[in-house]
């Protein structure tokens, strides 16, 4: 499976197999000798090594051909670096300085290296820690409409956009996780599932046997694999977000692949909402940090906000993709067709949004990659309450998608959830 | 652009160049020098040859570098043999018997040697001249069931479908052909358009004003490009299809590309009901055709019913893709979950081939490629008042898609524009 070649790095080899490379010679400064390596890797999938030098650091991000987390016996294709790198590329190119700079790709050794954010905290933590990130929702919201809206027919000529379509298409195994693990296996008794036992096995029981919740999830799940949109991320929560104060980027797009533009958003919100209903099992005295909690759902709140804004400024100015195009509204005086256009898409973007945003705490809590907001939490007794209310939210917005129609509702959605079963 | 070596067939070199293939010789028996060829090619895009023998007859069609009907000013790739080829295998293997047999394929000759259906006239000259087909609508609504369901990740492994999505995804040229001349220049006065004027005149501008017309118009545009379900025909209306008596073969996939299920379906509707409505232009005498014109709107009905009847008995024995699996639903017990999401997708469906059904309508009389149906109605006052009939059927289509619910209804409609624009 490994391509002729390929032989994974250590701290010991990092240095010298590098070394050569004049990107990263360069930046490092000094000669192999006088370069340390750390391996930080505490993802699920790759080895993740911080080089550092008299003049710099980097990051070498290298992938195994197998899923970390489980072993060898979980193979995965290191293509699937290739496909990240790829849409770093896209990514940087669509919103500037949005992810981290690439100085090197090798395909043959699926390594990525790259610039290392100084200081940059994993967003995820930051929210567990009670972090606020001021800018942070307009970051997220303008990332996604300018990758989405600039990678689909709206804003992309089009034979670009079927070349990429068929090069992501091809990022098959990542895909399959993904199909899998969010859209399928949380709804059923499936070997790889775990959840907080015995606290909530009625309601997953109840979530189970709930045949609309199982057939709406399967309609989201179609929309994922038919609707080529627009150039996901694929994996965007909190944990592949990197933050320092009001700078931000965001990283690990191994899951890239065409699909709806609400997966990316929703999903990204869904991780905002998780964060906000583990507060509680976070504070030292009860109360602690509803303050930070309020911080958490305006910043939901304003990542749908954002993202709509970017969205309709791209929409009025950059329209130039075959989609939608000015000479049947603009261009024949009819201003507010193309807005009612927009609004309209908008509108479907919304609906699929809160869909995936349902699907993905149910995932994080009944499948098998948790999240570390709820999994920080020791006693399970509060962390199956904590858990208890993202499942019923997210039953309750993939339910109501089509119905409900903007952040203000959702939060209070989140909040009355609170109340009817603290 | 041409392939080394690509040169086009004439009457005169077609029997020496094709004997050396033992496919050839064998069905048509003798020698070369036994063969006669006439070239019937009456599309707009290739050369098609009859080849016959003392044994039997075939086809060999070649794709010319440019579009045959406005010539070598319009270019258009060669590939689309390969594109074509690619969908006519699988659509024999989908629906065995379906389409003609391939004996041959040269990529760089952008040749197809195929069986010639003895006896088979195009389906839309049938439709014209009064030629009852029955068991036709039977046959076109299980190959739309067959072949959609069973490309999509309904009934194909996913790893093969998004290498089918990959390779005709590169049908670029074709695709843009239908986004464009399909989707947007009905819809404004493009320089290619042409339509029966002045009578038309006052109706065409107000369509083109019509702002929500030409919004849903790009909604399904967006549709057609992005939502990627299945393996489209591509261009199948009633001049794509070959029948005698009650059998038929479905021909030139050209256009071949994975979109959404309701576009092969809605077009081959929207080619029924134009044929019905050309139907007074035909007549010699007023009503003679009217027991015709009910065999017509019962033939577009059935269409759709034969659909959802295939469509439905795949879901409940084919359904082995990684979409609604059954151990979500039927090994659960949950039978009428199934039935649930059958019926929410045949919904999706319809509501997408009501509107694409009307977008064809506008671009056959409005666009490039007209009908013959209503073109060969040489009165020009009688031809547009028939063709008013199906741009004003087109419309309400697209606009009440979302409500109406069946083909009685679509039927019924149709006659009440006849009687209110009589």
Same mark, same amino acid.
């Given at each position: 499976m490994?391509?002729?070649?390929y032989?994974?790095?250590s701290?010991e080899?990092v240095?010298?197999?590098l070394?050569p490379?004049?990107?990263v010679?360069?930046?490092l400064?000094?000669g192999?000798?006088?370069?340390?390596?750390?391996e930080v890797?505490?993802?699920?999938?790759?080895?993740v090594?911080?080089?550092?030098?008299?003049?710099?650091?980097?990051?070498?991000k290298?992938?195994l051909p197998y899923?970390?987390?489980?072993?060898?016996?979980?193979?995965l294709p290191?293509e699937?670096?290739?496909?990240?790198?790829?849409a770093?590329?896209?990514?940087?190119?669509?919103?500037p300085?949005?992810?981290p700079?690439?100085y090197?790709f090798?395909r043959?050794q699926?390594l990525?290296?790259?610039e290392?954010?100084?200081?940059?905290?994993?967003?995820?933590r930051?929210?567990?820690?009670g972090?606020?990130?001021p800018?942070i929702a307009d970051?997220?919201g303008?990332?996604?409409?300018?990758t989405?809206f600039?990678? *689909?027919d709206l804003g992309?000529?089009?034979?670009?956009?079927?070349?990429?379509?068929?090069?992501?298409?091809?990022?098959?195994a990542?895909?399959?996780?993904?199909?899998s693990?969010?859209f399928?296996d949380?709804?059923? +008794?499936?070997p790889?599932?775990?959840?907080? *036992?015995?606290q909530l +096995?009625?309601?997953?029981?109840?979530?189970r046997?709930?045949a609309?919740?199982?057939?709406e999830?399967?309609?989201l799940? *179609?929309?994922?694999?038919?609707?080529?949109?627009?150039?996901?991320?694929g994996?965007?929560?909190t944990? *592949?977000v990197?933050?320092?104060g009001?700078?931000a980027?965001?990283?690990?797009p191994?899951?890239?692949?065409y699909?709806p533009m609400g997966?990316d958003?929703?999903m990204l919100?869904?991780?905002f909402l998780?964060?906000?209903h583990a507060?509680?099992?976070?504070?030292?005295?009860p109360g602690?940090?509803?303050a930070?909690?309020d911080?958490?759902?305006?910043?939901?709140s304003?990542?749908?906000?954002?993202f709509?804004d970017?969205?309709?400024?791209?929409w009025?100015?950059?329209?130039t993709?075959?989609?939608?195009?000015p000479k049947?509204?603009e261009?024949?005086?009819q201003?507010?067709?193309?807005?009612?256009?927009?609004?309209?898409?908008?509108?479907?973007?919304?609906? +699929?949004?809160m869909?995936?945003?349902?699907?993905e705490?149910?995932?994080?809590?009944?499948?098998l990659a948790?999240?570390?907001?709820?999994?920080a939490i020791?006693d399970?007794?509060r962390r199956?309450?904590?858990?208890?209310r993202s499942l019923?939210?997210?039953?309750?917005?993939?339910?109501t998608?089509?119905?409900?129609?903007?952040?203000d509702?959702v939060?209070a959605l989140a909040?009355?959830i609170?109340?009817?079963f603290?």
């Open positions: 490994s391509p002729e070649g032989a994974p790095l701290t080899t240095a010298a197999r070394a490379l004049p990107a010679a360069q930046r400064g000094g192999p000798a006088d370069w340390t390596a750390a890797g505490d993802g699920n999938l790759n080895l090594f911080i080089l550092t030098g008299p003049k710099g650091q980097l990051i070498a290298q992938a899923v970390r987390l489980v072993g060898d016996s979980w193979p290191l699937r670096s290739w496909f990240e790198y790829n770093l590329v896209r990514h940087a190119a669509r919103d300085g949005s992810v700079e690439v090197h090798d043959d699926a990525i290296v790259m290392f954010m100084t200081g940059h905290r994993i967003l995820r930051d929210l567990i820690d972090v606020e990130h800018g970051f997220l303008r990332f996604c409409a300018r989405l600039l990678s *689909s992309m000529p089009t034979p670009e956009r079927k070349a990429d379509l068929a090069l992501f298409a091809a990022n098959v990542l895909c399959d996780i993904t199909e693990l969010v399928t949380p709804y059923w +008794d499936a790889l599932n775990r959840h907080t *036992s015995p +096995d009625p309601l997953v029981a109840e979530l046997a709930d609309v919740l199982k057939v999830a399967q309609h799940k *179609s929309a994922f694999c038919a609707n080529a949109e627009a150039l996901l991320h994996d965007l929560h944990g *592949s990197m933050a320092l009001e700078h980027v965001v990283i690990d191994e899951f890239a692949v699909g997966f958003v929703g919100i869904s991780n998780m964060a906000y507060q509680p099992g976070h504070e030292s005295t602690a940090r509803a930070f909690g911080w958490i759902l305006a910043a939901a304003d990542i749908w906000l954002h709509a970017e969205f309709s400024a791209l009025r100015t950059q329209r993709g075959i989609l939608y195009p049947l509204y261009d024949q005086g201003i507010l067709a193309s807005e009612q256009a927009l609004t309209e898409r908008l509108a479907a973007i919304w609906t +699929d949004a869909g995936f945003c349902g699907v705490m149910h995932r994080r809590i009944l499948g948790h999240n570390a907001d709820f999994e020791a399970t007794d199956a309450a904590c858990e208890a019923r939210l997210g039953r309750q917005l993939i339910r998608r089509r119905s409900i129609r903007g952040m509702e939060c909040r009355r609170d109340e009817g603290a």
